[in-house]
């Protein structure tokens, strides 16, 4: 694996992208901050190629109660490349799908009750649902192999989630 450029470490490590540069003497205004992203939730590739990682993008100020969306990004440490990878929806609980060769995340697309766990492969493609629940799933994680999910979901009554 070839070393990562310095400036995709501070990225990551200092977790700010598109920082907007503001006048000396305007300083800082609600629309500076509209236009700032977060790259955070980093994680690397098993074989070390990869690095997955989260970035949260801030609504326009002068849109009412608009969330900030969280779109996913895949680094290539060979030819140095950084593609927007699932930007159709808020992608959470990252991770890679251990002997598959593709990144797996929750997300709610049309028809799942809830948050849902969908794969993708490293070289791009669409989105595939590999399960869903009756509620939101809330974390999941892959047997060695990765050909067993243990998750857990949203208690319909808020008590402790449940597991399975």
Known sequence: ???????????????????????????????????????????????????????????????????????????????ESITPYYTQGNASSVTFRPGHNTLTFLTSQEGDRGRALYEMPLDGGSPTRLMGFQRSIRGYDFGPEGNRIVFTAKNPDGGAPDSK
């Open 1 to 79: 694996m070839k070393p990562l450029k310095q400036g995709l470490t501070t990225l990551l490590l200092a977790g700010i992208t598109g920082l907007p540069v503001a006048d000396a003497q305007q300083g800082m205004t609600v629309d500076h901050v509209a236009q700032m992203e977060r790259a955070y939730n980093a994680k690397l590739s098993p074989n070390g190629r990869y690095i997955a990682y989260q970035v949260t993008e801030s609504p326009d100020p002068e849109e009412k109660n608009k969330r900030s969306s969280i779109r996913l990004h895949l680094y290539d440490t060979e030819d």
